[in-house]
């Protein structure tokens, strides 16, 4: 069974659980076989060599981890054995990524001040923002002024329409005092008339009484009725001004909305003060990103120096301190980290001294028992481990190949 010993794994397996721990570990499960039947005699054979493979494979993948983390132990030794100078300069380099780090990590997490979509606009109108401000500001101060004036011209035009509604009241009323009048003049007249002739009264002072309280009222009234009609077409020429002054304004202010509608989707917003804000906060979100920008060619630069420096002291994967390099700064989380990965190396080595003892003392024991005790069955019970041994692998093959490909693009 060399076949299981020469496979290896090369790939990174995580470290999973230990599910060999427990008292069924040591358990054996009877069974009752007739081997002489060829079909339960191949199930068990197969059944020895399927145990065999996962157990086999399991401890490649198993000695791989195994290896890794104690090379991690080892490059902890390297670092906690350098010399205070060269100490003191690695931890100087690995502060220094620490703090780039920690601070793409605060800008990452903070909420955005303007949005990408928002970002991108004031990126293409730059040169443009302060001259759709002013012609925004301009063209919303003008639309408040004509809003203004309509608003002044529709009061207007309702105070006219109101003192119109007064002045032909007045004109109704003095065409009532006229109708007035002449009746009254008439019956006075009437009643001179009968003082004159059925009493032979003198009434020709009555008659000049009377026609001249009727010529100073029919005046008076006249006078009145006169102004009353002056005053209405007066007030008809300012109700007619009023109208076509607002159909001038109404224009203008037709033209100035489509214009402040043009401007706000021309420039994304909704008003003059929403564009100076979006402005405001893309140059700080700008600053911020070349700020950004800055730091992370910083980071760039750190951790290639640190990496050059851990690869100068003779650490086998100094990429993953990349990613701990509190480790490196603070000795407890070094000693924290140590324990974690002595604890892991452990629950592998158990892992491992199980799986071997599936392959060499369980498996592989029980199929050269079964060929000492019946020798008759011996070349059928090889032929098919042979046959198991070559389908295992080509399919161990595939797998390996897959895995290359993979990685090969990966790199």
């Not at 402005?279 to 950004?292: D, G, H, K, P, S």
Request: aromatic share 8%.
């Amino acid at each position: 069974m060399g076949w299981f010993r020469n496979l290896r794994n090369k790939f990174h397996k995580k470290d999973r659980n230990d599910f060999y721990e427990g008292e069924w570990e040591e358990e054996e499960i009877e069974h009752q076989i007739d081997y002489d039947n060829k079909e339960q005699r191949d199930d068990y054979v197969k059944s020895c060599l399927e145990r065999m493979a996962d157990a086999t494979k399991e401890l490649e993948n198993l000695t791989y981890e195994y290896d890794m983390v104690t090379s991690y132990l080892k490059d902890m030794e390297e670092i906690d054995a350098l010399p205070q100078e060269e100490s003191e300069q690695l931890k100087e380099c690995a502060r220094r990524v620490a703090d780039l780090q920690s601070s793409r990590a605060d800008y990452m997490e903070r909420p955005r001040r303007i949005s990408e979509e928002n970002y991108r606009l004031m990126e293409r109108i730059a040169d443009e923002v302060e001259e759709g401000y002013e012609k925004l500001s301009e063209t919303e101060e003008y639309q408040n002024l004509i809003r203004q004036d309509l608003g002044r011209l529709d009061g207007e035009r309702h105070a006219y329409a109101y003192r119109r509604n007064e002045v032909m009241g007045v004109i109704a009323d003095t065409r009532g005092m006229a109708v007035i009048c002449v009746v009254a003049l008439g019956l006075c007249v009437l009643l001179l008339l009968l003082l004159q002739f059925f009493l032979e009264m003198d009434t020709g002072v009555g008659y000049l009484l009377t026609a001249a309280a009727a010529a100073v009222a029919i005046t008076v009234i006249y006078v009145k009725h006169l102004d009353a009609r002056q005053e209405l077409r007066r007030v008809e020429n300012g109700i007619n001004k009023i109208i076509l002054l607002q159909n001038k304004v109404k224009i203008r202010y037709v033209n100035n909305t489509n214009l402040l509608e043009y401007l706000q989707l021309k420039y994304g917003v909704g008003s003059a003060k929403e564009l100076m804000d979006l402005w405001e906060n893309y140059q700080v979100e700008r600053a911020e990103r070349e700020t950004l920008r800055k730091a992370e060619r910083d980071l760039d630069y750190n951790e290639r120096e640190l990496l050059q420096m851990l690869k100068c002291y003779q650490i086998k994967d100094p990429a993953i301190w990349l990613h701990q390099t509190e480790a490196i700064l603070d000795r407890k989380e070094m000693v924290e980290i140590r324990h974690n990965l002595i604890v892991r190396r452990q629950s592998l080595r158990r892992r491992m001294d199980y799986n071997k003892e599936v392959v060499a003392g369980g498996s592989q024991q029980e199929i050269k028992e079964l060929v000492e005790k019946y020798p008759q069955y011996a070349k059928e019970i090889m032929q098919a481990v042979e046959e198991y041994e070559k389908k295992y692998s080509g399919k161990r093959k595939q797998e390996d190949t897959k895995k290359q490909n993979r990685e090969e693009r990966i790199k």
